[in-house]
């Protein structure tokens, strides 16, 4: 089992960044699929990017592509997700999650899940 704990989230104006930070605790980071998914008010949970195992896969909804880069540190159990351009339909509440599959890019793949941080870019 693997417990993670989000941070970076914040207030931001559109075209500014932030850059979100996930760190897992246990012995299994490295052989989980990682992804960050996010949900706005009144909307359903959705994957903003993925990433494999090994790193070497990522996806990356049609919203974030371009704008968002995902990564990870196995050597210190931490996920990334690096936002630039940020827009105000970005606003929403983020979530790192963990996979038991190598890759996942479905929201129902996902097993462990952070508390979430809350994003709001201002237009």
């Known amino acids: 089992q693997v417990q993670l704990v989000e941070s970076g989230g914040g207030m931001v104006q559109a075209g500014g960044s932030l850059r979100l930070s996930c760190a897992a605790s246990?012995?299994?980071?490295?052989?989980?699929?990682m992804g960050w998914l996010r949900q706005a008010p009144g909307k359903e949970r959705e994957i903003v990017s993925a990433?494999?195992?090994?790193?070497?896969?990522?996806y990356y909804a049609d919203s974030a592509k371009g704008r968002f880069t995902i990564s990870r540190d196995n050597a210190k159990n931490t996920v990334y997700l690096q936002m630039n351009s940020l827009k105000p339909e970005d606003t929403a509440v983020y979530y790192c999650?963990?996979?038991?599959?190598?890759?996942?890019?479905?929201?129902?793949?996902?097993?462990?899940w952070g508390q979430g941080t809350q994003v709001t870019v201002s237009s």
């Open positions: 990433l494999s195992r090994s790193g070497t896969t990522t």
């Open positions: 246990g012995r299994t980071f490295s052989r989980h699929g």
């Open positions: 999650a963990a996979s038991n599959l190598v890759f996942a890019t479905a929201v129902s793949a996902y097993e462990y």
